[in-house]
């Protein structure tokens, strides 16, 4: 069964900061690790995943980075905003019985940017 | 391009009432569907999955149940609710592909009492 690390819980930082979080995971039944951002009250959307045939994948001001020798990866924001404040959540695959294909979740990390 | 609606959005019910609530995918075929559960400033809890049309497995053992009637249609439902059903229930679809991409709902607010 895949676990999935993740940290920190909470993490606030002043606008224009660089904020980092982490996730580890166990195993992997195929590479596919994708980062969603939540606000309160909405669902979580896909904001950016890497297929580690790359080590790193930016998208604007998101850039993932992997490690899989250390079955790790992180997500960056460059240049934070207020508007990121949100809580973000990693996922690894896992596999499910009948075909199904799952992710696992972290246990997600609430983001504050100050103005 | 596709979309993926739950309703009710918000849902309040006394303890011991039944649950149904419902989920449907436009825009694609044959998707693969999830329901999870997240309680208050927690992460995701998968509770079941479907990968087509009467096939529903289940991953934590409860007092819910769920149903995929049509191809994109998925209902979670319960008989008697209890007060720990309180949460943040979610909907996801998802593709049948190499990589397992899901894309949620925008979510049902059940509160228990």
């Known amino acids: 069964q895949q676990q999935v690390k993740q940290s920190p819980q909470s993490l606030i930082v002043q606008k224009g900061g660089i904020p980092i979080i982490n996730c580890a995971y166990e195993?992997?039944?195929?590479?596919?690790f994708p980062w969603y951002q939540q606000f309160p009250g909405k669902g979580p959307a896909l904001l950016i995943a890497?297929?580690?045939?790359?080590s790193e994948k930016k998208e604007g001001r998101f850039t993932i980075s992997f490690n899989k020798s250390a079955k790790q990866f992180s997500l960056h924001i460059m240049d934070s905003q207020p508007g990121d404040s949100a809580t973000y959540f990693c996922a690894a695959p896992s596999e499910g019985t009948g075909s199904a294909r799952q992710l696992t979740f972290g246990s997600g990390t609430q983001l504050t940017v100050l103005p | 391009s596709q979309t993926i609606h739950q309703w009710p959005a918000t849902l309040v019910q006394p303890v011991g009432s039944p649950l149904s609530l419902e989920c449907t995918v436009e825009g694609t075929s044959n998707p693969n569907l999830y329901w999870y559960r997240q309680a208050a400033g927690r992460g995701l809890q998968l509770l079941f999955y479907?990968?087509?049309?009467?096939?529903i497995s289940s991953e934590v053992p409860q007092n819910l149940s769920a149903s995929r009637p049509q191809d994109r249609q998925f209902i979670l439902s319960s008989k008697k609710l209890l007060l720990s059903d309180s949460g943040f229930y979610l909907c996801?679809?998802?593709?049948?592909?190499?990589?397992?991409?899901?894309?949620f709902g925008p979510g049902t607010r059940l509160t228990v009492l």
């Open positions: 195993n992997t039944a195929f590479d596919y």
């Open positions: 479907s990968v087509g049309i009467g096939q």
């Open positions: 890497i297929r580690p045939d790359v």
């Open positions: 996801a679809w998802g593709t049948f592909s190499s990589y397992n991409e899901q894309f």
